[in-house]
């Protein structure tokens, strides 16, 4: 089991109704505790790097972690590229063992999006290495056409498509009520019958904004996607959701109280750890949320 194809990932999600938690990491504590939640919960997990994390901490150290500890852990897990903007950073991956990636051309034209995305999957097919792909634009009026969605899947042959239906990045993700449009997600579902990708989903729980503005921060209007929503979305067909600033807000917010708790603490461990144990909190809410607690069985 341990390290395997995203496709593997992404068919089992599809097959048996439920969705794979996609973690971003960028350093040593996040990876650890995602794969470590993820072994105590028994579910599969994609684990991912940005661009801008890449940029942070160099490909070839957030890789080399994941692969010194590949055979420690028994759950079905994925390497995976997180918003891939060229064809250079998808190669990138392939060459530091990624075992699935996204490429995202949202903002291009169709055809220049369809273009491109196929020219990767030619890349990852030979490799066995999943591709993602995103169609429309989040946090915009572009939504996905469900009869684009079908053109897009046939013309590229991707393993997973990343929809917009009405989601967006980061901390504010509705200007008034909270609001996704299932009937659209299922009608994308029912025309492409394939792993569907949710980003932007991050439920922004209140009790650790609060905590932040509590101790000094200054993050306002933040609204993120209720989990009753997000449920509900996964019930009518997405298989893989992202996960970023929720972890985020865990450990800042964490991280604010015990620095206020005990002002003339030196030493960075006695701070980090107590705070990756509320992030760790935040991804079991997650796993048992996306409903992949104790799916690991079905993979061996």
């Known amino acids: 089991m341990a390290l395997l194809s995203g496709k593997v990932l992404f068919e089992k999600a599809n097959e ?11 350093n040593m504590e996040f990876l650890k505790a995602i794969l470590e939640v993820a072994q105590e919960e028994e579910a599969p997990v994609f684990i991912q790097t940005s661009e801008s994390a890449i940029k942070y901490a160099g490909i070839k150290f957030l890789a080399g972690m994941v692969h010194s500890v590949r055979d420690d852990f028994k759950v079905p897990f994925a390497l995976h590229l997180d918003h891939g903007r060229s064809v250079e950073t998808v190669l990138l991956a392939l060459r530091h063992g990624y075992t699935s990636v996204m490429i995202d051309m949202s903002d291009r034209g169709f055809e220049e999006n369809v273009e491109i995305t196929r020219k990767v999957v030619s890349l990852c097919a030979p490799l066995n290495v999943s591709v993602e792909a995103e169609l429309g634009v989040l946090g915009s009026d572009e939504l996905t056409g469900p009869e684009e969605a079908k053109k897009f899947v046939l013309r590229t042959g991707i393993d ?17 009520e909270a609001s996704i449009d299932i009937e659209r997600l299922k009608e994308i579902k029912a025309l492409t ?12 729980y209140y009790e650790y904004v609060a ?3 509590r101790y000094g921060g200054d993050i306002r209007e933040a609204k993120g996607l209720p989990d009753s929503m997000l449920r509900k979305a996964i019930e009518e067909g997405i298989n893989k959701v992202n996960t970023d600033t929720d972890l985020r807000l865990a450990f800042i917010a964490s991280l604010r109280r015990l620095m206020h708790e005990d002002r003339s603490q030196t030493d960075p461990r006695k701070l980090i750890k107590p705070a990756m144990d509320e992030v760790k909190e935040v991804i079991k809410r997650r796993l048992r949320l996306y409903g992949s607690s104790g799916k690991a069985h079905l993979f061996l």
């Not at 048996?16 to 971003?24: I, L």
């Open 193 to 204: 019958n394939m792993p569907l990708v949710l980003h932007g989903a991050s439920g922004v």
């Open 211 to 213: 905590e932040i503005n």
């Open 16 to 26: 048996h109704g439920f969705a794979v938690g996609a973690f971003n990491f960028s």
């Open 160 to 176: 997973a498509l990343a929809p917009a239906i009405g989601t967006a990045h980061g901390i504010l993700k509705f200007k008034k």
